[in-house]
């Protein structure tokens, strides 16, 4: 999907990790003639230093459990556009989203994708809250909420 999308937009797409799709991946990008602009990264140790240098992370998934690469993002403040999957679809507002297998409508997020816009920066908003030191904090404020209870 992602790559059908990208024949519609401008720009170099990078794609990170491994695994039993790259052949097919290939022979994709050569029929859409994106040589030139796809590149298949392979397995990377270094894809936080990726984020940081794109203009964008797109999630393009048929299906999602909890995807690290989703939080990972929103945590280096990158902005971001997604399928319809679960965790997108619950932190994510409903612009930033389209619905699955959709090449047209995935081609049109990333065209639209504007990183200063209101929905990007309640994202990078939301993202506080899945920082290491918030959720200690806010756990920790959890216990004390209820053994200050229990003195009650």
Known sequence: TLIDAFSEVSGTLLIAGEGPEREALEQKI???????????????????????????????????????????ALLRQCPIVSTDVPVANEVLPPELL????????????????????????????????????????NTLRFYRQLLDADHD
């Open 30 to 72: 050569q029929a859409r003639e994106l040589d030139a602009r796809v590149r298949l990264l392979g397995h990377r140790t270094d894809a936080g230093l990726l984020m940081d240098a794109c203009d964008a992370m797109v999630i393009s998934s048929r299906r999602e459990g909890f995807s690290y690469v989703f939080a990972e």
């Open 98 to 137: 389209c619905p699955i297998d959709s090449p047209i409508a995935l081609a049109r997020l990333m065209r639209e994708l504007d990183p200063e816009s209101p929905q990007q920066l309640q994202a990078r908003e939301i993202a506080e809250s899945l920082a290491l030191d918030t959720m200690v904090a």
